[in-house]
């Protein structure tokens, strides 16, 4: 189960990113489910989100 939920992570960090193999996204297809996906995807942009937040109160902080 952990190996399919970083398997689901990983998939949704390469696709915010933006590069994905087709052959790649047909072997996710295939072997993870919509909810982990919908889940690795809702705490990936939680993440993302707090990230830019932290940085631009240390940029307003600091510069």
């Keep these: ?12 960090f390469w696709s915010f990113f933006g590069v994905r193999r087709r052959r790649d996204y047909d072997a996710d297809a ?7 996906v919908i889940v690795a995807g809702l705490i990936g942009a939680a993440v993302f989100v707090l990230t830019m937040f932290l940085l631009v109160y240390l940029a307003m902080r600091f510069l």
């Design 30 to 36: 295939q072997s993870l489910t919509p909810a982990q």
């Design 1 to 12: 189960m952990a190996g399919s939920n970083l398997k689901a992570a990983l998939a949704v």
